[in-house]
T-cell receptor
Framework: DAGVIQSPRHEVTEMGQEVTLRCKPISGHNSLFWYRQTMMRGLELLIYFNNNVPIDDSGMPEDRFSAKMPNASFSTLKIQPSEPRDSAVYFC?????????FGDGTRLSIL | SQQGEEDPQALSIQEGENATMNCSYKTSINNLQWYRQNSGRGLVHLILIRSNEREKHSGRLRVTLDTSKKSSSLLITASRAADTASYFCATGPPGYSGGGADGLTFGKGTHLIIQP
């Protein structure tokens, strides 16, 4: 079975640019989560959706961050404008009455 | 703030030895989970222990939970080189049933190195 699919795997861009990260959850899962991982802060929950509806976005660091889930098979996390401190690995995870299943992440570098 | 804090931050042992990692948390929980992360990969769920359980086994893994001390331990027996990874404990908010409907709070992990 296909796991959670994230794209791109790596992204390098200059500060001020818009960045869009994409996630395809496991089919049939009704919860989707976005996390960010850095050496300093570890793994942080940014936002999560249940049945495509955002439930808790209190972890989103600033208004520069936004996330959408237009349907059950796709979600995006957008940063506009990007800043060097946004550099991190961003993970998407999904679940359906089971523990969370993670994608392999997007490694984002903002120069 | 981090709910779970793993101890030690790093652990290096010889293949075949047992590895023990500890996790402490701050608030009431419904369950506690352990995840593994290999370098450059996403987290993989290992085991979930509910607040009314004291010990749980899965293959070479043994997890204990002491709710009075707000702590958990993960024991990996007969370690293998393939066990080299970072290990994280994670908790959901009170009332979280493990059904996946709430986000998790992770500790910063224990980096385990198994030397051949």
């Amino acid at each position: 079975d296909a796991g959670v699919i994230q794209s791109p795997r790596h992204e390098v861009t200059e500060m001020g640019q818009e960045v869009t990260l994409r996630c395809k959850p496991i089919s049939g899962h009704n919860s989707l989560f976005w996390y960010r991982q850095t050496m300093m802060r570890g793994l942080e929950l940014l936002i999560y959706f249940n049945n495509n509806v955002p439930i808790d976005d209190s972890g989103m660091p600033e208004d520069r961050f936004s996330a959408k889930m237009p349907n059950a098979s796709f979600s995006t996390l957008k940063i506009q404008p990007s800043e060097p401190r946004d550099s991190a690995v961003y993970f998407c995870a999904s679940s359906q009455n089971q523990p969370q299943h993670f994608g392999d992440g997007t490694r984002l570098s903002i120069l | 703030s981090q709910q779970g804090e793993e101890d030690p931050q790093a652990l290096s042992i010889q293949e075949g030895e047992n590895a023990t990692m500890n996790c402490s948390y701050k608030t009431s929980i419904n369950n506690l989970q352990w995840y593994r992360q290999n370098s450059g990969r996403g987290l993989v769920h290992l085991i979930l222990i509910r607040s009314n359980e004291r010990e749980k086994h899965s293959g070479r893994l043994r997890v204990t939970l002491d709710t009075s001390k707000k702590s958990s331990s993960l024991l990996i027996t007969a370690s293998r080189a393939a066990d080299t990874a970072s290990y994280f404990c994670a908790t959901g908010p009170p009332g979280y049933s493990g059904g996946g409907a709430d986000g998790l709070t992770f500790g910063k992990g224990t980096h385990l190195i198994i030397q051949p």
